[in-house]
């Protein structure tokens, strides 16, 4: 067997179906063996940086390790987006990437960079393989780091020499991923502080997604009356419509949500590593609170935050031992706070446009529906209204990532072919990785794609505005018929400009067979949920 075909083995082992790519010749035996194993289909894209996020949309949709190749120096360093991105949102993924040939190395070759060294900061794991017989057990080794413990990406580097190298290949089954339960020693603790809790509130993060844990957590905080909040971009890990769910703590948070968290006298932060985002800053804990923190990774315990009681524990496993704590029935008042207080943010004083939108999408979305969003201040609107109340029902890029809406959704909906998919962008993010569009027509991966298009760089105008008001420079952009042109890549386009005209397209575009761009005119002045640029400029008084 050659190094290539063993490669390919390695992946069905792994019972993954879809593997994306650009192609590239420093690793055509692989393409090639994939085209004689008839369970993996290969997903050609335009570009790398939207290869590895259908890859990475891919990881999240199925549970299964997203698996992106691309060749040498220069695929590698236009598909670290998303590399970057499995690693924030702790996503497994294998990324394959030709390397020069063996001969070749040290000379600067066509393309040749260190890749280990490259990818070392932002990869759980990089290695090159340099001998045939090794494959298999490098390669599963891969997989097995991407999926365990905290999952993130590995980068294995494959020389160009060796794909058609043969060996003997022994083989393993797949690593089962390890959960590790609390002590009883630890159970008993967190019970001790629980029972001298007045305001206690559970943060769950994605490490709930990623343990299957979200039914225990529903039933954990039902039990004993807990509010629970999402952290940044994880609003699926809890029912929405659910009286003890609290809010999001992501950008542009309402300062009722944080306030939840600020009066907390003692906060469980469940498979989340506490991040810039979802502690707003490091702003909301405080030292006069007492923090839980369970997490399957040890270094992630402490990282941020000291916790008074820290757990090394997979998160489903961890809810099931926790059931059997014996607390007092209370917190009734304290739930009904929270709650109150999350409900409140739904009821915007202005219903603008996007609002409408959102409303929109809630209305006529199956309850199943996958959204997934790029980076931009549009989304603000989607991460405050809209109500998720299923799991698996959202995808979206901690990282922040522009460009990645669109070919999550493709890599989404071809794990998860039996649901609706859409995603959500700007104007700008959109047009990074657009041309993935035409991945989807030439693969018939029936998405829709909505666009708010307002020709600028939102986000940005917005810190801009707030710290330079009225000097715009580099934040403005010209006008793209996104619409118009989807209809040329093969895609339906829509433009619209009212609700009433968003409504009639999206139901029309629920029942299309193939990808669909909704192109909406989106107002400049409208720049966030909170504030229009109006209202910024006169709050700096200039």
């Known amino acids: 067997m050659t190094s290539a075909q063993a490669i390919v083995k390695c992946i069905k082992l792994e019972n993954i179906q879809k593997v994306f790519c650009v192609p590239g010749e420093s690793y055509l035996p692989v393409m090639d063996a994939i085209y004689d194993e008839?369970?993996?289909?290969?997903i050609?894209?335009?570009?790398?940086?939207?290869?590895?996020?259908?890859?990475?949309?891919?990881?999240?949709?199925?549970?299964?390790p997203g698996v992106v190749l691309a060749t040498r120096g220069?695929?590698?360093s236009n598909l670290t987006i998303g590399v970057h991105t499995a690693y924030q949102d702790s996503t497994p993924m294998v990324v394959f990437l030709g390397q020069v040939h063996s001969l070749f190395r040290g000379r600067e070759g066509f393309q040749e960079v260190e890749l280990e060294d490259f990818f070392a900061p932002i990869a759980k794991w990089t290695v090159e393989i340099k001998h045939p017989s090794r494959v298999p057990e490098l390669v599963q080794r891969a997989f097995r780091i991407a999926k365990t413990g905290r999952p993130g990406p590995v980068v294995v580097s494959l020389p160009e020499d060796l794909l058609n190298e043969k060996a003997e290949m022994t083989f393993k089954k797949p690593a089962v991923r390890p959960r590790p339960c609390p002590s009883p020693d630890e159970v008993k603790e967190m019970e001790l502080l629980l029972q001298n809790s007045e305001r206690p509130v559970v943060i769950a993060g994605g490490g709930v997604k990623c343990a299957g844990a979200e039914n225990e957590l529903t039933e954990?905080?039902?039990?004993?009356n807990l509010p629970v909040v999402s952290a940044f971009r994880r609003h699926d890990v809890f029912p929405n419509q659910n009286r003890l769910y609290a809010g999001h703590l992501g950008l542009g948070v309402k300062p009722q949500i944080t306030e939840t968290v600020k009066k907390a006298d003692v906060?469980?932060?469940?498979?989340?590593?506490?991040?810039?985002?979802?502690?707003?800053?490091?702003?909301?804990?405080?030292?006069?609170?007492?923090?839980?923190?369970?997490?399957?990774d040890y270094e992630t315990l402490g990282k941020v935050y000291p916790p008074d009681i820290g757990i090394i524990a997979d998160v489903k496993e961890a809810l099931q031992c926790l059931m059997a704590l014996k607390l007092r029935a209370g917190w009734q008042l304290w739930t009904e706070q929270c709650r109150s207080a999350y409900v409140q943010t739904l009821h915007p004083q202005k219903k603008q446009t996007n609002y409408n939108i959102i409303s929109t999408l809630q209305k006529h979305l199956p309850a199943d529906a996958v959204v997934t969003n790029d980076a931009g201040n549009f989304a603000g609107w989607l991460h405050t209204y809209f109500q998720f109340n299923q799991k698996q029902t959202y995808v979206g890029p901690t990282s922040?990532?522009?460009?990645?809406?669109?070919?999550a959704a493709v890599g989404v909906k071809l794990a998860t072919p039996d649901r609706t998919v859409v995603s959500i962008s700007g104007d700008g993010g959109f047009m990074m990785t657009m041309q993935e569009l035409e991945t989807a027509v030439r693969y018939k991966v029936p998405i829709i794609s909505i666009v708010f298009n307002n020709q600028m760089y939102g986000t940005i105008r917005m810190h801009q505005e707030i710290h330079f008001p009225y000097k715009i420079i580099g934040t403005q952009l010209g006008y793209v018929p996104f619409y118009r042109l989807a209809q040329d890549l093969g895609a339906e386009g829509f433009y619209v400009k009212t609700p009433e005209?968003?409504?009639?397209?999206?139901?029309?575009?629920?029942?299309?067979?193939?990808?669909?761009?909704?192109?909406?005119?989106?107002?400049r002045e409208d720049i966030s949920v909170s504030s229009t640029i109006e209202q910024i400029r006169n709050k700096s008084g200039k």
């Open 74 to 76: 220069v695929g590698g």
């Open 44 to 64: 050609s894209s335009r570009h790398e940086g939207g290869a590895s996020f259908m890859a990475e949309g891919f990881a999240k949709a199925s549970g299964k």
């Open 38 to 42: 008839t369970s993996i289909e290969l």
């Open 400 to 407: 922040g990532a522009m460009g990645y809406g669109m070919p």
């Open 267 to 296: 906060v469980v932060a469940l498979g989340t590593r506490l991040s810039e985002v979802t502690t707003q800053d490091y702003s909301i804990l405080n030292n006069g609170q007492s923090l839980v923190h369970i997490d399957i």
């Open 501 to 523: 005209e968003f409504e009639t397209v999206l139901i029309k575009a629920l029942s299309s067979e193939g990808p669909v761009v909704i192109e909406i005119e989106y107002k």
């Open 220 to 224: 954990f905080a039902e039990k004993f």
